[in-house]
């Protein structure tokens, strides 16, 4: 299927799911595109700090979409199992678990507040979650392996990394909003 065919088809799908697909498929372009940004020592310290969270916190989402349903789920939640029920899929262990991990960090030290996270007043400092290159490279990694994987074994439309590029001009940088605007009125 090439990519306007597999774009046809993510437009075709019913819309609740079009929905999950759309959504999930921005999450993971959002997990490509942090690093960049949070790396970048020309953006401010809060722009590149509201990027870290946001990449923790699409990563976390991301390990809970993946994962196997858990035993109880909420009837509005929302996993990769819901469209691999004509295929079983079985993610990269390895993968997922290096996602969970940094889960687990992200509920203490992002998600909510914690004594982990603001310290607890008397001898245990706060700690912060902090991304190395080396290690954003991995998680990214980690994520396209998973989304990839997911997209060949399932009959539902999942978008390659890239196929809808919002974020991104043709070179692959980051749009800002004017760059938007231009190309939209290009486009006109």
């Given amino acids: 299927m090439d990519d306007f065919q597999l774009a046809e ?3 075709a ?3 609740h799911e079009r929905e999950v697909v759309q959504e999930m498929h921005s999450r993971v372009e959002q997990v490509m595109a942090l690093p960049a940004v949070i790396f970048d020592e020309a953006q401010p310290m809060l722009i590149r700090q509201s990027c870290l969270d946001a990449f923790f916190i699409h990563v976390r989402m991301l390990a809970e979409f993946f994962a196997p349903p858990p035993k109880k789920p909420r ?7 819901h469209f691999t029920t004509a295929s079983p899929w079985s993610p990269d262990s390895s993968s997922l678990h290096r996602l969970h991990a940094v889960s687990r960090d992200v509920n203490k030290q992002i998600a909510h507040v914690t004594t982990v996270r603001i310290g607890d007043g008397a001898g245990e400092p706060p700690t912060s979650l902090l991304l190395e290159p080396d290690n954003a490279q991995a998680l990214t990694d980690d994520v396209r392996r ?3 994987d997911l997209a060949t074994h399932t009959d539902v439309p999942w978008p390659r990394v890239g196929l809808f590029p919002v974020w991104t ?3 692959g940088k980051l749009l800002r909003a004017a760059d938007y605007e231009s190309m939209r009125s290009e486009s006109s």
Avoid: G, K, Q
């Fill in 169 to 171: 001009d043709a070179s």
């Fill in 9 to 11: 088809a993510v437009y």
């Fill in 146 to 148: 998973l989304w990839d």
């Fill in 75 to 81: 009837p509005d939640d929302r996993n990769a199992a």
């Fill in 13 to 15: 799908l019913p819309d």
